[in-house]
């Protein structure tokens, strides 16, 4: 085997940018070839250290969730050892000393070559003032805009303001923003111009360490696009790709932060819903820009087309985010570009212009690869639940982390009628199902029965609804394919929290005091309900469906006012109401894999800000908190993982599970005993790229290919293929 290229993928890093910087490098690390390039995960923590980061913290869900451990645990890396260390950098870093030139300039130093653009153009596109400049004085469409700097600010009173800004024709609504930050990240949109001198302050003061000038521009009426491009290094020409068109959610105003980066959050069309000679206008137009500002290798330029198709250019970026659902991954995948493929360009385009590539493919000629049948996987992704877009990502994750050396996956959208469609790959890197929904036709859709003849393991990927309660598994039972998860029962009784409770209970288990009640009765008794609920139970008390996750419709009511509008809430889409207790002790999550034996993963302690875990604080790079491991004793450690595996095996799970639980101490505990109380099993964990149980196994020593890798494996042990030819086809001795 000839040695492989040492790539870096830098992330973290020192500005506000970055938890999405973060997010960018697990996703590089988990899709960079590895038969090509050896990969050193490096992280710089925001005081500036440099890091090899252990792999048991690439995915965890924000920084906060290791960074205490760096120091002990993560090997420390002078910058000047790192020509020893790799070859490559590859720049996942975002902002402030990551894409100002600042890394550029020291990367240069250190005779390091590195993805994206030189020192010059890097800083020159991260100062917005100065780029529009540069773009003005080339006949590019800018938008109209002032530059307050720290030291107006001070002083700067409103009637002088507003009189600037009519001078240079600018009326309400205002959009404000730093003149060094990305990801929108400190902007507003104004619509009073008295409220003008404190956003200014704020987007001034955004990066706490460094005060920056303040941009207040015109807020562009028409259709707002991003358009990522590449560099074609074999001819020299650069390579536009469809550009996406962003619809902000309704009353946002802007594509904030949470839109960017929230699962299913705002519409995006790519290509944009315009006819071709406007995308081609767009795409000439971003092109002219790359070569204004000179940007190498990747370039994302951010714009709007005016309803008179005026095309007006708001941000140049030399580098795009990288996260799995990005513009960039999004649009490669519209040109057929793989994840892998297009980081694959991206790294090539710039060992061409460092002069290594040509070493590295001659190496490649020279290798025989001995091609094994691979196993075929359906994917099911989407669904009938109101979880169907966090299934989008874990199915999304699952397809592009299955080892492309074993495996041939396939994604199979589930609409919500439960109908199949084969995805093509611009179909599955849409931002949600209701995008995918819209582009799927008649010609991709398979039957159930046709799954017999194109997978020979099907893994679900649905959460809640129809793919979790043991009725996709029924069908997987009827149709003879082996799947991952647990079986029909296990399923069925899990995904109904009150029964759940109900037969832990009567096996020994401790588990929250509930009421249950329909929506009849809530019609019928509302009152006698209210007052069973007040001498049960002491306010605050949590109020959830029986049969949903991820944290939806979940509420703390601490009155009897916020009660009846929690439970009026679930019952405008539910049917039942389980009320229960709120536990005193250590929130915990624990991942459990295996069939017959199973093995707790270490616990992690779930910290929620408002006293249940939100959507956002699960889902969302850098919101939420999840320590791992959880911070217990060695001893109170064994205690909650011996009681997870007997809930496990009790209730018969297989492959692997979710159980979220209370630990208590015998101070905290009404038994005077210390005790685990079950809250809720999920027999088919979320797996999207951050979540919790991804870090758990990593934790033991499980990267997540080979955590994937093990789930299938135990299906298929589960269902036992009886034919030794095919048990030898599938490689699972």
Not at 459 to 465: M, Q, R, V
Not at 507 to 530: E, H, M
Not at 615 to 623: M, R, W
Request: proline share 5%; glycine share 6%.
């Amino acid at each position: 085997m000839y040695k492989k290229l040492r790539v870096g993928v830098l992330m973290g890093g020192k500005s506000i940018e970055k938890e999405v910087s973060f997010n960018s490098g697990r996703t590089i690390c988990d899709h960079l070839d590895t038969h090509r390039y050896d990969i050193i995960p490096l992280f710089q923590a925001h005081n500036g250290i440099l890091y090899i980061l252990p792999w048991h913290f690439l995915h965890r869900g924000k920084i906060n969730d290791f960074a205490q451990r760096l120091a002990t645990e993560a090997q420390k890396v002078a910058w000047d050892d790192l020509k020893k260390i790799i070859d490559f950098v590859y720049i996942a870093t975002h902002g402030r000393y990551a894409e100002d030139g600042t890394l550029q300039g020291f990367l240069t130093i250190l005779n390091i070559p590195y993805l994206g653009s030189d020192v010059f153009t890097s800083a020159l596109c991260m100062d917005k003032a100065i780029q529009k400049s540069v773009l003005k004085s080339n006949n590019i469409t800018v938008a109209r805009s002032i530059t307050i700097y720290p030291d107006e600010i001070k002083k700067l009173t409103l009637t002088a303001l507003t009189k600037k800004l009519h001078n240079n024709k600018l009326r309400v609504p205002y959009i404000v923003k730093p003149s060094q930050e990305g990801s929108s990240l400190g902007i507003a949109v104004i619509f009073d111009e008295k409220k003008l001198i404190t956003a200014i302050k704020t987007a001034c003061s955004i990066e706490p360490t460094k005060k920056q000038p303040v941009l207040v521009e015109e807020k562009i009426e028409g259709m707002e696009f991003s358009c990522i491009i590449l560099r074609d290094y074999q001819n020299n020409t650069l390579l536009p790709l469809p550009p996406t068109e962003i619809i902000p959610e309704e009353n946002s105003h802007f594509f904030n932060y949470e839109q960017k980066y929230m699962p299913g959050r705002a519409n995006k069309f790519t290509p944009p819903r315009c006819k071709k000679e406007l995308i081609k206008k767009i795409q000439d137009t971003c092109m002219h820009v790359t070569t204004i500002l000179n940007i190498k290798t990747i370039a994302r330029i951010d714009g709007f087309v005016t309803p008179d198709e005026h095309i007006i250019i708001v941000d140049p970026n030399t580098l795009s985010g990288m996260g799995p659902a990005s513009f960039l991954f999004r649009e490669a995948a519209e040109i057929g570009m793989s994840h892998t493929q297009l980081i694959n360009h991206l790294i090539e385009t710039d060992l061409k212009r460092y002069g290594l590539l040509d070493k590295i493919l001659q190496q490649e000629q020279k290798e025989i690869k001995t091609m094994k049948k691979k196993i075929r996987v359906a994917v099911l992704l989407g669904g009938d639940s109101a979880e169907k877009e966090i299934s989008l990502e874990s199915g999304r994750n699952i397809i592009y982390k299955l080892s492309p050396q074993k495996y041939d996956p396939l994604p199979i959208f589930v609409n919500t009628n439960m109908e199949l469609y084969a995805l093509n790959q611009a179909q599955l890197v849409r931002n949600s199902t209701q995008e995918i929904t819209k582009l799927i036709n008649p010609i991709q859709q398979r039957k159930w029965q046709d799954l017999i003849d194109i997978a020979d393991f099907v893994f679900i990927a649905l959460h809640g609804g129809s793919g979790e309660n043991g009725t996709v598994q029924g069908t997987l039972e009827m149709l003879g394919l082996p799947y991952n998860g647990s079986c029909v029962l296990t399923s069925a009784l899990c995904m109904n929290k009150y029964k759940t409770n109900q037969f832990l209970q009567a096996n020994g288990f401790a588990v929250p005091r509930n009421f249950l009640f329909t929506q009849d009765d809530w019609k019928a008794t509302q009152q006698k309900i209210i007052d069973t609920i007040k001498t049960m139970f002491s306010f605050p008390v949590i109020c959830k469906p029986t049969d949903d996750g991820c944290s939806m419709l979940v509420y703390q009511a601490s009155t009897t006012e916020t009660l009846i509008a929690a439970i009026n809430n679930i019952l405008n889409q539910k049917n039942y109401v389980l009320i229960e207790e709120l536990i005193k002790g250590m929130e915990l999550t624990v991942g459990v894999i295996g069939n017959d034996k199973p093995q707790a993963l270490p616990p992690s302690q779930a910290i929620a800000q408002q006293g249940i875990l939100s959507i956002e604080e699960k889902f969302l790079p850098g919101a939420g908190e999840n320590q791992t491991p959880a911070p217990l004793s060695n001893k109170a450690t064994t205690f909650v993982q011996k009681t997870i595996e007997q809930v496990y095996k009790t209730i018969q799970c297989k492959g692997y599970a979710r159980i979220d639980c209370f630990y208590q101490t015998k101070h905290e505990s009404p038994t005077g005993k210390e005790r685990v109380v079950i809250i809720e099993i999920n027999t088919l964990p979320g797996m999207t790229p951050a979540t919790c149980i991804f870090h758990q196994a990593a934790e033991i020593g499980i990267k997540p290919m080979d955590f994937i890798d093990k789930i299938i494996q135990f299906g298929f042990q589960e269902h036992q293929i009886h034919s030794p030819k095919k048990k030898k086809e599938m490689q699972i001795n």
